[in-house]
């Protein structure tokens, strides 16, 4: 897959994140702050992810909906405690007498004591509440044959969830060994591909230009691995032992880790008050999570520039831009 992410907001400004899984024509979005996004990518977003609830975190939701009324589409909202309330309120800010053209269904999961509860709405009903559900959950919220994302409940005097998207691991082909075997390229490269994702027995045979071969063989022969990519999330969160390990836990050896850090050291006192992270936390947090890449955002506006932000992280893990 191609997958590229963006801050919708910049550093500063109000905290989203896009990732775009481009040959999927799929956007997913972790928070909706105020943002900069496009059309096009709005009109794309399947899944939303939100941390809390906070208006820098959620004043973009209406912004979302308004682009994607037009759509015949299915959007999945998920979120901690309240996010089922805060959406209802978001819908019933607005009147939907003359939508019953519209082919729009938002499903909302709130996650609450490892338990998830969904509720949808109709575009043509007006979005009344309706299909109301409960069920356990494990961490993973999402799992599709191509992604998983997965959360954890951090602390931010309310819960504030933290979020990794990971790519699950494929094949490439490597197109060299393909023409100089002479095989030529088909449908069956995409069957070979799949089938290789999962364990073999050693007589599974595919069938490629007429003859039966052995997939482990073509697998050995054709196929490079690639490991997923992984993109963590987290913002708004204290630093203490319990979100430490949590943190840690969630975004180990992410590609990219995308981490709040809303306050300088110097400052330290007022990140305690309001459960935020300090750059230096941020750092810690990479260099402990073995990350390849920091990005830093939701740095306070109270700074005039970021470089100091950038240099503190940067003393706790080089990889931060
Ligand atoms: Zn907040
Ligand atoms: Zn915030």
Known sequence: MIIT?????????????????VDKKMGLLFDCGFNNFSVAQIKKIAFIFVSHTHVDHF???????????????????????????????????YTWNICYNLKLKITVVEIRNGKRISASYYSHRGFQEEDISEGETSSVLVETEDFK????????MIPSFGYAFTEKDSYNVNKERLASLGFSPGPWLKELKERARNPLRPDEMIQVQGKWYPIQSLKEQLLEFKKGRKIAYVTDTIFDEITRKKIIQLVREADLFYCESCFLEKDRDKAKIS???????????????????LILFHISRRYQEIESSLE?????FAATE
């Open 275 to 293: 459960h935020h992270l300090t750059a230096r936390e941020a750092g810690i947090l990479a260099r402990e999570a073995q990350v390849k890449k």
């Open 5 to 21: 992410s963006s801050l919708g907001g910049g550093k500063q400004g109000d905290p989203s994140l896009y990732v775009d899984l």
């Open 149 to 156: 994302v997965e959360y954890a409940a951090l602390d931010h």
């Open 312 to 316: 503190e992280a940067r003393k706790e």
């Open 59 to 93: 004043i973009g939701f209406d912004i979302i909906l308004r682009m994607s009324l037009d759509e015949p589409k299915s959007l999945v909202v998920y979120g901690p405690p309240g996010i089922l309330q805060n959406v209802r309120g978001k819908l019933s800010g």
